[in-house]
C-alpha cells in the first residue's frame, strides 16, 4: 500500500498483492501494466491484458462496476482464434488495477482523464471499441475525446445519460433516499432493479425516471462497506441451485462469505481483488456518479453526445435485449448516434460477455472485419 501526502490531504493507493489472482480458472493472461499521473501528481498503476496477434485487429474492451477484466475470459479465446487482438484494461479500483481509497477519487471525469491517459501513454491507435456497463460511459467519451485513435465503435448494456431536464422534486426525492436510513439487502434491492426499464410499473403510476429505480443500487452500493462483490456476480452469471445461492447468501450476511462451503470459482475470481473491504472503494462508490440526475458531467455528456450526432465512424450497438438495467437505453443510443446500427438481440443479462460469449464474440468479429 502507498501513502502520499499534497497539501495538506492524504492520498491513499491500494495495490492488490499479486498472488490474489494466483490459480484464477480461465484467466492465464500475462500482465501488463502502465502507470500515468494522477490530477494531484501521484503514480497510479493500471492493469491490462493484451492477448493474440500483434498485427491482427484491435479491439479495445472495457468492463464496468463492480467487475473487472475477467468478465471478457470466455470471449477472448473466441476472438484470438479469428485473429483480433484484444486489450482489456482494469479500471482503477478494479482487477489488477491500483485502488485510490477515497470516495472523491471516483468521479465520472476522473475515470475519464485517467484512462485518456493510459490511452496515449501506451499509445494504441486503429482501435475498435467495445464497452459495457461503467466501460462504455468512460469508453464513448474517450472516443468523442480522441477519435483519431478509433475507428469503429461497438457498445452494449451502456450508454451515454444525459439527464438535464429531471424535475426538482424527483432530484429531492433521490437525494433524500440516498441519505436515508433505510438498510438495503441484495434481495430487498433486486425487485428495485429489476423494474429499471419501467416495465412492471403500474400504467397508473407518474412519468417514469429510471432514477427512482438505480438510487436503490446507488444506495445499496455505497451503504454496503463491504460489498459482497462476488456474491453479486455470480447470482447474475452463473446457474445455481436455491440451497446453493441461499447458503452463500447467509455465509455473506454474516460476514463469512470466505469461509462459505457454497462458494463457486466465479465468485472467488471476483472477491480476488479485494484482501479487505477497504480495496471496495470503486465499486461502492461508482453508482452515484452515473449521472441520473443533473450534474456536472452534464457539459461533457453533451458534448460527446454532439460528436456522436455527427461522427461517420462504424457504431454498432449490442444490447442483451432482456437486461432491465439498460433496455430503455437503446433507443436513446440510437437517437444519438444516426450513424449506428443495432444487432439482434442475444440475451444473457448484464453480463452476457461472460453468459453469450461465443455469440457476442461473433458479433463483434463479422463487425471488425467487415
Not at 326 to 349: F, R, Y
Request: with cysteine; net charge neutral.
Amino acid at each position: 500500500m502507498q501513502r502520499f501526502n499534497y497539501q495538506r490531504l492524504e492520498m491513499e493507493i491500494l495495490r492488490t498483492p499479486e498472488e490474489r489472482f494466483n490459480d484464477l480458472k480461465e484467466y492465464p493472461f500475462k500482465p501488463h501494466y502502465t502507470t500515468i499521473k494522477t490530477h494531484d501528481g501521484f503514480d497510479l498503476r493500471i492493469h491490462h491484458i493484451d492477448e493474440g496477434p500483434e498485427d491482427g485487429p484491435i479491439l479495445l474492451a472495457m468492463h464496468g462496476q463492480p467487475v473487472w477484466s475477467y468478465l471478457y475470459a470466455r470471449m477472448i479465446p473466441f476472438l484470438t482464434k479469428a485473429g483480433i487482438r484484444v486489450i482489456a484494461p482494469d479500471l482503477p479500483g478494479y482487477g489488477k488495477s491500483d485502488k485510490p481509497a477515497a470516495r472523491e477519487d471516483y468521479s465520472y471525469q476522473r475515470q475519464v482523464d485517467w484512462m485518456g491517459e493510459w490511452l496515449k501513454e501506451n499509445d494504441f491507435s486503429k482501435l475498435t471499441f467495445f464497452g459495457q456497463d461503467w466501460g462504455g460511459l468512460i469508453g464513448l467519451r474517450m472516443v468523442a475525446q480522441d477519435p483519431e485513435r478509433f475507428i469503429k465503435v461497438a457498445m452494449g448494456n451502456t450508454g451515454l445519460p444525459y439527464n438535464p431536464d429531471v424535475p426538482q422534486e424527483v432530484i429531492n426525492q433521490v437525494k433524500a433516499f440516498r441519505e436515508s436510513d433505510l438498510k438495503l439487502t441484495p434481495m430487498s434491492m433486486a425487485k428495485e432493479v429489476s423494474q429499471m426499464d419501467g416495465k412492471g410499473i403500474s400504467k397508473d403510476s407518474k412519468t417514469f425516471y429510471p432514477s427512482l429505480k438505480f438510487m436503490y443500487w446507488q444506495k445499496f452500493c455505497w451503504d454496503t462497506e463491504n460489498l459482497p462483490i462476488g456474491f453479486i456476480s455470480s447470482n447474475q452469471m452463473e446457474k445455481r441451485s436455491k440451497l446453493s445461492m441461499m447458503g452463500q447468501y447467509l455465509f455473506e450476511s454474516i460476514g463469512l462469505g470466505k469461509l462459505s462451503p457454497f462458494t463457486s470459482d466465479l465468485v472467488k475470481a471476483y472477491e480476488s481483488p479485494f484482501p479487505d473491504p477497504s480495496y471496495k472503494m470503486g465499486p461502492r462508490a461508482m453508482p452515484s456518479h452515473v449521472p441520473t440526475l443533473p450534474d456536472s458531467s452534464l457539459d461533457a455528456q453533451r458534448e460527446a453526445r454532439e460528436f456522436f450526432k455527427t461522427s461517420t465512424k462504424p457504431f454498432l450497438a449490442v444490447f442483451a435485449g432482456d437486461d432491465p438495467v439498460t433496455n430503455g437505453i437503446e433507443k436513446d443510443v440510437l437517437a444519438m448516434a444516426p450513424n449506428a446500427k443495432s444487432a439482434p438481440h442475444i440475451g444473457g443479462g448484464h453480463f452476457y460477455q461472460w453468459t453469450k460469449p461465443e455469440q457476442l464474440s461473433n458479433i463483434l468479429i463479422a463487425f471488425i472485419k467487415e
